[in-house]
């Protein structure tokens, strides 16, 4: 059964980098690709970026200048970055497995969240 | 930033059935699959169709998903109380070359 677990600090401050790790049981990171998305409270969700375990990426470009995300598959866990932060970052987080097959793909399963709010 | 439109309610009483829509373009719903999410309240969302109309596995069959152009339809009758969440669309954007979603819909059971 695979499962994704988020973790890092709940509370981030305005201009600072947000940091949190994904860790994946249950089946090797080197399957499949991994990918972040978040959701403001009461809002909608959005799509950050991928990684597939070789470290090639893929970013929103509405983030792309401030996101990192990296991959360590001696810990079958990936990890996200984002720089300079401001309140409109402050949104439940969450980790999620890409499956990709002939022209389609889709994000299954999905961790809990974490909610990361931005305040001093 | 959502491309795709959904409305932002639904509702029926059980037994009935609702139909959620999702218009895009040609850069996404008209070009790739859509897939859908279930989000029950206080959870993460869950897949709940994938490639415009296939159920993974543990997902009932009254629950059903087809596309036409640029426009995809969430189906589920014979609803249930249980089936109160939000839904929301996604599909990948080729002039974005990113992955959108849906603005969601919250479904309601009177």
């Known amino acids: 059964q695979v499962q994704l677990q988020e973790s890092g600090p709940g509370l981030v401050k305005p201009s600072e980098t947000l940091s949190l790790t994904c860790t994946v049981s249950?089946?090797?990171?080197?399957?499949?690709?991994w990918t972040w998305i978040r959701q403001p409270p009461g809002k909608g969700l959005q799509w950050i970026g991928y990684i597939y375990y070789t470290g090639s990426t893929n970013y929103n470009p509405s983030l792309k200048s401030r996101v990192t995300i990296s991959v360590d598959t001696s810990k079958n866990q990936f990890s996200l970055k984002l720089s300079s932060v401001t309140a409109a970052d402050t949104a439940i987080y969450y980790c999620a497995r890409g499956v990709a097959e002939t022209d389609a793909n889709w994000f299954d399963p999905w961790g809990q969240g974490t909610l990361v709010t931005v305040s001093s | 930033q959502s491309v795709l439109t959904q409305p932002p309610s639904a509702s029926g009483t059980p037994g009935q059935r609702v139909t959620i829509s999702c218009s895009g373009s040609?850069?996404?719903?008209?070009?790739?699959?859509v897939n859908w999410y279930q989000q029950l309240p206080g959870t993460a969302p869950k897949l709940l169709i994938y490639?415009?109309?296939q159920r993974p596995s543990g997902v009932p069959d009254r629950f059903s998903g087809s596309k036409s152009g640029t426009s995809a339809s969430l189906a589920i009758s014979g609803l249930q109380s249980e089936d109160e969440a939000g839904y929301y669309c996604?599909?990948?954007?080729?002039?974005?070359?990113?992955?959108?979603f849906g603005t969601g819909t919250k479904v309601t059971v009177l």
């Open positions: 490639s415009n109309n």
């Open positions: 040609s850069s996404n719903i008209g070009s790739n699959t």
């Open positions: 996604a599909a990948w954007d080729d002039s974005l070359n990113g992955y959108v």
């Open positions: 249950g089946v090797s990171i080197t399957s499949y690709y």
